[in-house]
């Protein structure tokens, strides 16, 4: 458990979040306008989005499926009846006055989702509750001197809000629950979870306590858009917290924001300013009403998810704890080792795809879609290892040879002619040049047998890596000690 | 013939189909006399263009054989309901120079029929109101005058633009829209048929919201079967309204000639208010022998949840309405008045757009939602409202309809039961229940009372049993006998 140390003792964080993400779909939740990102300011904006005289909501089915899909996902109970509140205020962004979402009764209750720790500790973070709700649109305050401009491209998408219980205890657990949610609504495509383009934003509770103590008066934290913003803004807020507490003050509740140039959480309002919501059933839609039939039709259709997947391929494969969850971590990534595992030795393949495969990717910048190198094309590599075909050291050439040319490596191996050479003459023939061309070195190995790695060095330079490691060694070793 | 501005809508049909007036004629009788009479002040915007076009369009598709069941018949549309083009106001002034680029559901089913538009009819300000006095375009005046008393009286509210049009010949039906009786309590106060279906039979898409689990649009006509023809049209499901109900449209002409005989008519005993004028007691009895000689059953039904209805709609329309007059705030449309920050420009706009009785129900609803009061008045309200539900559900299986008068009063002067808010919500004692349980209800004339005034009788009618309520209210009318023109029109 990680504690803060403070003037008075050790402290620790009590730590709950609530996200914001943007359901995947054509739709908004309430109108049939588009929610494609970045098109052109009020250009995806229906009537009902702009709250114009007379307009009704109408809910899009799809939304809902998407919402208690990913409520399956997180183990959670589905409420087969739900229903759909006003959240009263005034913002010129929030067109009709009001924003539908679900206060008392939402689709999806209690559930849990398991971090991975990189100590291998898994540990459980309880979902309090998921609905789904309608964005605001945007306010633009920096486009005129004393105007502002409203889009409302967003006003109406769909957002599930997913509450998590205050079960985190530091930064770390925060992000790991961050990366382990927004991977199961990428594995289920009910998020993009695209953090830069606000399709998944957070809300950070934070409170700090006596280790085991009372729970303190928490602090929200608004629309933190980065994982790693996330980390900052609660190490930031727990020593403020403690700072204030430790003078003598008292934790005030209140909204709060991070400013990420500054790296600090700012006041931005207090509870007594806080809004009076007046949240009541919206008159205009009926409750929610789910079959059960409904809901088990998309169990049906569920994917594997993370935490399943990473236990299968330790089963599977015998790979380890740590490699199977960084395997996993993105579906893409997952179907990627397994194209190149299966049939093969998993071990090679997960070294070979978190090793220059994931740093090829880095340095190109490319999704693992976008790669230049295709999953069979890597197994085949693996193939061409295995069966002695090349040596590692022009595995590792082959390898950058492929990501240029997007070559099958049988091909290229073909073409350069980079087949291992295990013809004992040919390296015999090598071993002998080099032994006569170095005396100086052979007296040195006699005094020292380390030095045959440098004659191995040469063999293999000699024959352009071609020549097989073992035979080299072994026919360097008989004549040299000979 | 007589006028055509006298004919019914089924008599212009009738008279359409057989060539003997055209659609043009029958618009330009209106359009005359809607100018002889504007000092009714029952329309707030007259579309004389649009009527003379679509007449033209109308005469041409009887030319070519397409006719639709409303086909060339005139009519007003309330300023609620937003009209392609054409200024939809509510009679508020926050709306100021709103013209939708979108025309409600109801009305163009109503053009789909065949119907041409004469303009759009004044009302209390977003519906809020039982005189028409609310509204931000002045007051509207009954044709109908007190027998030797020539003082304005009210035509009702909220449709009291179109109670007002259709008694005074400018109109030979109307739109209006019943949150808590602003269709039928108007139609008894001008001696009209005023019809308010189901909850979810009309769609409410287009119409500018009052409160939305209580808003319904309706007909406003001079006979049972006018009113029939109309909602025929004005009915159905329609998807862009999650509230309106996917059931098919029955046949409420032919429901107007059903025979009621042997049907069981609900009399409420807590229907009986203290201080009930003696004439509308005489009235409800007038009525009750009407119905017991068309061969019908009167029987004392109970509803003992009736006193707690007034109450509860003055709870659970002002929250309703607090939040979805939010966004009239001057940002997109209509009425802006500057401030020096968006707060004071929300409270310039807002203070200066809404009229007294718009602000007085906002409050009320903004009071009954907040944080502490929830529980002791909306959530409590919902409760209740529950309650007075279930009476009728309860009533209803000892009854097939229910009778009881429409209003308290006939029409009272310009100016009478203004001074107290409360007095004047009183006027909806017998309709709100309805209401808030979501039935069908229609008022009919029964009679005239001591001043000459029209007095209207109401039939309440189980959930999407429109049918029954068609038929007693054409029972009534029949018997009644009544031929109720105002003076002078």
Known sequence: ?482 | MSKPTDLTIADMTAALAKGAISAVELTEAHLAAMETHRGLNAYITETPARAREMAKASDARRKSGAVGPLEGVPLAIKDLFCTEGVLTTAASHILDGFKPTYESTVSSRLWQAGAVMLGKTNLDEFAMGSSNMTSHYGPVENPWKRRGDNRKLVPGGSSGGSASAVAARIAPGATGTDTGGSIRQPAAFCGLVGMKPTYGRCSRWGIIAFASSLDQAGPITRTVKDSALMLQAMAGHDPKDSTSAPLAVPDFVAACSRSIKGLKIGIPAEYRVDGMAPEIQALWDKGIAMIRDAGAEPVEISLPHTKYALPTYYIVAPAECSSNLARYDGVRFGLRVPGKDLIEMYENTRGAGFGKETRRRILIGTYVLSAGYYDAYYKKAQQVRALIARDFTDAFKKCDAILTPTAPSAAFAMGEKMDDPVTMYLNDVFTVPSSLAGLPGISVPGGLGADGLPLGLQVIGRAYDEETVFAVGAALEKSAGLSLQPEGY
């Open chain 1, 1 to 482: 458990m990680a504690l803060i140390k403070g003037e008075t003792g050790d402290w620790e964080m009590v730590i709950g979040l609530e996200v914001h993400a943007q359901v995947s779909s054509q739709a908004k939740l309430f109108s049939g306008a588009p929610t494609e990102f970045g098109a052109d300011p009020n250009t995806q904006v229906s009537l009902v989005d702009a709250a114009m005289p007379g307009m009704l909501p109408v809910i899009n089915a799809y939304c809902v499926e998407q919402a208690v899909r990913t409520g399956l996902g997180l183990k959670a109970q589905i409420n087969l009846h739900s229903v759909f509140d006003r959240k009263n205020y005034f913002y010129a962004d929030l067109p009709a006055g009001y924003q539908i979402s679900q206060y008392k009764q939402p689709v999806v209750g209690e559930g849990v989702v398991v971090l991975d720790m990189k100590d291998a500790d898994s540990r459980e973070v309880g979902i309090e509750r998921l609905h789904l709700e309608q964005d605001a649109g945007k306010s633009l305050h920096d486009q005129h001197p004393t105007q502002t401009y409203i889009d409302l491209n967003r006003a109406g998408v769909a957002l599930m809000e997913i509450v998590s219980k205050p079960d985190m205890r530091n930064a770390d657990e925060a992000a790991a629950y961050l990366t382990k949610l927004r991977s199961i609504l990428r594995y289920l495509g009910t998020c993009d979870g695209n953090m830069e383009e606000g399709s998944m934003r957070c809300d950070v509770n934070v409170s700090v306590r006596k280790p085991g103590g009372e729970l303190g008066t928490r602090c929200e934290i608004k629309n933190v858009n980065s994982i790693r913003f996330v980390k900052q803004a609660i190490e930031y807020e727990a020593r403020r917290q403690i700072e204030v507490i430790e003078g003598g003050g008292k934790i005030v509740q209140q909204t709060r924001l991070f400013d990420s140039h500054k790296g600090e959480t700012r006041s931005m309002r207090s509870k007594e300013e806080a809004h009076d919501y007046r949240y009541f059933p919206d008159p205009d839609l009926l409750p929610l009403v789910l079959a059960q039939d409904f809901v088990d039709g998309i169990k049906a259709t569920l994917p594997e998810l993370p935490d399943d997947k990473k236990a299968r391929f330790v089963k599977d494969y015998g790979i380890s704890v740590y490699d199977a969850g960084v395997m996993v971590a993105e579906r893409e990534t997952a179907e990627f080792f397994e194209n190149v595992a299966k049939g093969r030795d998993p071990k090679l393949a997960v070294n070979w795809v978190m090793g220059d495969f994931f740093a090829m990717l880095n340095r190109r910048g490319l999704a693992i879609g976008d790669s230049p190198i295709k999953a069979n094309q890597l197994g085949q590599l693996i193939d061409l290892i295995k069966d002695g075909t090349i040596s590692g050291r022009i595995a590792k050439d082959l390898f950058i040879m492929m990501e240029e040319s997007g070559k099958d490596p049988a091909v290229l191996v073909e073409e350069k002619g980079l087949k291992q050479v295990t013809d004992t003459g040919a390296i015999e023939a090598a071993v002998d040049q080099i032994i006569a061309a170095n005396p100086d070195k052979v007296e040195q190995y006699r005094a020292k047998p380390t030095m045959l790695g440098w004659f191995v060095g040469q063999v293999m330079k000699s024959t352009g890596g071609k020549a097989n490691p073992a035979s080299v060694n072994e026919l360097l070793k008989k004549k040299l000690d000979g």
